[in-house]
């Protein structure tokens, strides 16, 4: 994996969980200690993170120039529709009042607003040999700020104490490499839009 995508993980790992120490950092991301020390040692020196001394552990925290490194993650390609001067694509209009029940077809198949977003990532994942830290790039978490749109297994359990904020049933995890992935199953009409606006960038023809 490369250095790049094991500081975009770390930065979106800290934008999830701030005042994280280094080891919690290493458990919960995959990735090797002494590389977590580095990049921690890195993001210092460029100012996109600062050190909570006071916590023993020291933990770390975005500071404006990370927020600015995580949301430069987020894929910027025009779609054909752009480069040719056309239209954007349009999107379901969803309700604005009430619970939306709306379905959405993927590959013949129609879904709610959660199980879609599963079956997208799911369907990339088949297709394409990728990491965590390139689907946090495609997929990056401030389109589900609250929980996160996808999180490795344990994360995800964490996350869900008290009420499931994620698909985790067996049949439902993602095994990306080593790691298995969970993805957040709390979706609506708002934070929907931008997930279906990457999905459109990558190919996917939703309806």
Request: net charge positive; glycine share 6%; hydrophobic share 35%.
């Amino acid at each position: 994996m490369k250095t790049i995508d094991n500081q975009s993980m770390v930065l979106a790992y800290i934008a999830k969980n701030p005042d994280s120490d280094a080891k919690k950092i290493s458990a919960e991301t995959g990735i090797f200690s002494l590389n977590v020390y580095k990049i921690l040692k890195g993001l210092l020196e460029s100012k996109q993170i600062s050190i909570n001394e006071k916590k023993s552990p020291p933990g770390y925290n975005l500071i404006n120039k990370g927020v600015k490194a995580i949301q430069s993650t987020i894929p910027t390609k025009k779609t054909p529709q752009e480069e040719k001067g056309e239209p954007e694509d349009t999107f379901p209009a969803f309700k604005t009042k009430g619970r939306d029940t709306s379905k959405l077809k993927f590959l013949g198949k129609e879904y709610f607003k959660g199980p879609l977003v599963l079956a997208v990532i799911e369907h990339y994942c088949q297709v394409n040999k990728t990491t965590l830290a390139k689907l946090k790039e495609l997929f990056p978490d401030e389109m589900q700020p609250r929980y996160g749109t996808i999180q490795l297994l344990n994360t995800a359990k964490k996350l869900s104490e008290g009420k499931p904020r994620f698909f985790l049933k067996p049949e439902q995890l993602i095994k990306v490499g080593d790691a298995k992935i969970a993805v957040c199953n709390q979706w609506t009409s708002t934070n929907l839009i931008p997930f279906l606006k990457v999905a459109k960038k990558l190919g996917y023809n939703i309806k």
